[in-house]
């Protein structure tokens, strides 16, 4: 979650800073660590770390004052959003964000009401470089939040 809190998105990208927009960048992060690790030894700790970004962003979303049916709601759709990310990251051996931002333009253009490929090529390129990351990155290191990725 932490990674979604990173000023380059924020300040070089000008994403809206809302709930939408961190939980979207929530969701690219998570999908890459998911298919870095997918064949490993770890799935249980993969579990763990789904089920706890999920738990964290129920709460956030109960203190925005949202009720239990409005709650489940939001969740099943946030649901479908992470799986369709997920998915489209697993259907190619190796997925480039550089050469296919299709995936990035549905979202984050739906969202900032943009067509700004300039903003899309930053994100494709930092997305790029954190997959790069993660094939290094131990697992247990991400469950312990020391996910020390510097962009640039």
Do not use: P, W
């Not at 962003?57 to 009720?67: A, N, S, T």
């Not at 930053?122 to 990155?137: G, H, I, S, T, V």
Request: charged content about 30%; overall charge positive.
């Amino acid at each position: 979650m932490e990674l979604s809190r990173n000023k380059f998105f924020y300040q070089e990208l000008k994403l809206s800073d809302n709930f939408q927009t961190r939980a979207l960048l929530i969701f690219f992060h998570l999908a890459i660590i998911f298919k870095t690790k997918k064949n490993s030894k770890n799935k249980k700790t993969l579990q763990n770390l789904f089920d706890n970004t999920f738990q964290n962003i129920e709460i956030d979303i109960r203190e925005l004052g949202y009720g239990d049916t409005k709650v489940n709601k939001t969740m099943k759709t946030l649901s479908k959003i992470f799986y369709d990310i997920l998915i489209s990251l697993d259907k190619k051996k190796f997925f480039s964000f550089g050469s296919d931002t299709v995936l990035l333009k549905k979202y984050f253009c739906n969202v900032e009401k943009t067509k700004d490929s300039v903003k899309i090529s930053k994100l494709a390129d930092y997305l790029e470089k954190f997959q790069n990351f993660c094939f290094d990155l131990d697992v247990n290191n991400m469950i312990n939040g020391s996910i020390d990725f510097k962009y640039r």
